[in-house]
């Protein structure tokens, strides 16, 4: 009920968070907040994680590739946000930044109107891989030196998977303190 109040949900999103357990995913992510952020971002960081995410609003073929991902993600782009959650500003995709003769491209980043801070996601169609840490890492530094400006806070890494080991994941969570 706090939440429904606190986020101005109509009958409609509130029955769809409902459906979609919202309650049991919200601020569950394996993730490093703690060591990287400081008190209070690191806990609204953590708020603001589900795990696992639903895409059901997308329809796409079975064995999809992570381009046609994430067109699905982009054409259904305020349902996207809407799983989110509150805060998230689209900034871009495939958002390039061009790093010495080279470019990287960082697959969606967001901005977090509340936490004050950008947020890069990257879109694995295949299980969550300990090589993913490194990936993201390196976005993340890209964007806190290149992007973000003084009054921003620390960008944060999301990596949307399909699947995860657990320990894995904390392991390799914990490996980017």
Known sequence: MKKTILNNWSR???LNFLDT?????QGKA???FEYALSEPQSDLAQEITKDPYNFDFVAIREDYSEKELKDALMDNITKFLMEL???F??????????????EEK???????????????AEVKIVAFT??????IGTYV??????VKTDFDAKTIGLIICKSKNNILAKYAVNSSK
Request: hydrophobic share 40%; glycine share 10%.
């Open 85 to 87: 959650g509150k805060g």
């Open 89 to 102: 500003a689209f900034v871009g995709r495939e958002y390039t930044i061009p790093i010495e003769g080279t």
């Open 106 to 120: 960082i697959d969606l980043l967001f901005y977090h109107l509340y936490l004050h801070c950008y947020v890069v």
């Open 130 to 135: 300990s090589r993913d840490i490194g990936q």
């Open 12 to 14: 409609a999103v509130l």
């Open 141 to 146: 530094n890209i964007v806190d030196d290149l």
């Open 30 to 32: 394996i993730s490093n």
């Open 21 to 25: 357990d919202l309650y049991e995913r």
